[in-house]
């Protein structure tokens, strides 16, 4: 049954020569396979151009029960971006959190609160003008609220310590290594309250930014299973440097 559906473009592979296919997350079956003709006409329902990371975009597929892989009918842009595609440090933010969430995406189950979380802080990206430096490091820790591992910031004292692995302050040093001294945790405390129209009052140079980046892979990497090496990770640092 054709049904109209909201996405979010995570990643396209490409399929013999005349399609691809996009994995896109959405309002109403969460991440699912999109079949797209990669067709050049400019009568087509369907333009690849649409499918770039992070773009969102309305599409109208064919929802069959027990199929993998949804064949689309037509697709056209939800919002299209005024900024993102052309400003070089907003770009290597998209492709940077294309690639997270391609890694912490994967259910295939309808989850409106996330997808509209997506949505509303892709749009402030794109139209945000100065101090969004720190954007992807306050949608990494809001996103956790939405995977299950937000961190508990009950207990907090002066001088604590935060345990990564059990996701905690405490007032001591854990017996393995998975954890970041008072200092850091502080900040973590920092960041975890400030919002996206707040965060350009947390100062941070680019080594801090860096280690807090670096700080937070290492979080997500401790409470999702198989998490990889994130090739943008690079890009995104030597950018910012």
């Known amino acids: 049954?054709?049904?109209?559906?909201?996405?979010?473009?995570?990643?396209?592979?490409?399929y013999k020569d005349t399609a691809f296919i996009a994995d896109v997350y959405t309002d109403i079956a969460g991440r699912a396979s999109f079949m797209v003709s990669a067709s050049r006409s400019r009568?087509?329902?369907?333009?690849?151009v649409l499918f770039q990371p992070l773009a969102l975009v309305e599409l109208e597929a064919d929802l069959r029960p027990n199929t993998s892989i949804y064949k689309v009918k037509e697709a056209k842009s939800n919002y299209p971006f005024c900024s993102i595609p052309y400003d070089p440090y907003k770009s290597a933010i998209a492709l940077f959190l294309t690639e997270f969430l391609c890694r912490t995406l994967r259910e295939e189950l309808e989850n409106r609160p996330l997808f509209t979380y997506l949505h509303h802080s892709i749009i402030w990206l794109d139209e945000c003008r100065t101090g969004f430096s720190n954007f992807h490091l306050?949608?990494?820790?809001?996103?956790?609220?939405?995977?299950?591992f937000y961190p508990n910031l009950e207990g907090y004292t002066e001088?604590?310590?935060?345990?990564?692995?059990?996701?905690?302050?405490?007032?001591?040093?854990?017996?393995?290594?998975?954890y970041i001294n008072s200092a850091e945790a502080a900040q973590l405390l920092t960041l975890t309250r400030v919002k996206y129209d707040t965060m350009h009052v947390l100062s941070m140079n680019r080594t801090e930014r860096m280690?807090?980046?670096?700080?937070?892979?290492?979080?997500?990497?401790?409470?999702?299973?198989?998490?990889?090496?994130?090739?943008?990770?690079?890009v995104l640092k030597e950018l910012f440097n």
């Open 138 to 148: 306050v949608f990494l820790i809001r996103l956790t609220r939405f995977l299950g």
């Open 43 to 48: 009568k087509s329902a369907v333009k690849s």
């Open 159 to 178: 001088g604590c310590c935060f345990d990564l692995l059990n996701a905690c302050f405490i007032p001591f040093r854990p017996s393995h290594s998975y």
């Open 211 to 234: 280690r807090c980046l670096t700080v937070i892979e290492q979080y997500y990497r401790l409470h999702l299973p198989d998490f990889p090496e994130l090739k943008s990770l690079d």
């Open 1 to 14: 049954m054709l049904q109209r559906i909201s996405g979010i473009v995570l990643r396209t592979v490409k």
